[in-house]
Antibody, heavy 115, light 110 residues
Framework: EVQLVQSGAEVKKPGESLKISCKGS????????IGWVRQMPGKGLEWMGI????????RYSPSFQGQVTISADKSISTAYLQWSSLKASDTAMYYC????????WGQGTMVTVSS | QSALTQPASVSGSPGQSITISCTGT?????????VSWYQQHPGKAPKLMIY???NRPSGVSNRFSGSKSGNTASLTISGLQAEDEADYYC??????????FGTGTKVTVL
């Protein structure tokens, strides 16, 4: 079965760093793009960025460029989304999804940033 | 880039057909045949319903269909059912080699 499994919910304080993960299985991880999507509470989907694990080619939406870092470790079929200094406004559900068409989605990781 | 424009809400009675529009620019929707549509039920992850403008993934009902004309893409749901009540989002590839989502449409089955 093709699936993406994300790491668990996180509760952090403003200014802290965080790295969440998305592990792919059931397909060739290096052959498909993996993207990240933000959904703030009660709001719509936002396209954050995407990485091709085969060569680490990474593209960011202008809104998220410089705000987050997307990476991947193809040896363990895992993509990552990380922040160096969280803000309260980063509180959201984060999804990973496969390919530019986002045909397979992870279950989501809820990130809560609160003092 | 700005989000693609969708109507905030669309409603219909069971059995009817509804159409959701998704308006962008020549730099996204109008420039590429890479428009996708997603269904999201409350508390759930989105689900791909249409890709590359009009293609349905395996397992998606043929009541869902997609099309595009100029800078506007459309999703049509025919034979509306109670289970179709959800939020729907379009997305498109862009000239920046990234993607962009639509603003989202809440579908209500009356």
């Amino acid at each position: 079965e093709v699936q993406l499994v994300q790491s668990g919910a996180e509760v952090k304080k403003p200014g802290e760093s965080l790295k969440i993960s998305c592990k792919g299985s059931g397909y060739s991880f290096t052959s498909y793009w993996i993207g990240w999507v933000r959904q703030m509470p009660g709001k719509g989907l936002e396209w954050m960025g995407i990485i091709y694990p085969g060569d680490s080619d990474t593209r960011y939406s202008p809104s998220f460029q410089g705000q987050v870092t997307i990476s991947a470790d193809k040896s363990i079929s895992t993509a990552y989304l990380q922040w160096s200094s969280l803000k309260a406004s980063d509180t959201a559900m984060y999804y990973c999804a496969r390919h530019f068409s986002f045909d397979i989605w992870g279950q989501g990781t809820m990130v809560t940033v609160s003092s | 880039q700005s989000a693609l424009t969708q109507p905030a809400s669309v409603s219909g009675s069971p059995g009817q057909s509804i159409t959701i529009s998704c308006t962008g620019t020549s730099s996204d929707v109008g420039g590429y045949n890479y428009v996708s549509w997603y269904q999201q039920h409350p508390g759930k992850a989105p689900k791909l319903m249409i890709y590359d403008v009009s293609n349905r993934p395996s397992g998606v009902s043929n009541r869902f269909s997609g099309s595009k004309s100029g800078n506007t893409a459309s999703l049509t749901i025919s034979g509306l059912q109670a289970e179709d009540e959800a939020d729907y989002y379009c997305s498109s590839y862009t000239s920046s080699s990234t993607g962009v989502f639509g603003t989202g449409t809440k579908v209500t089955v009356l």
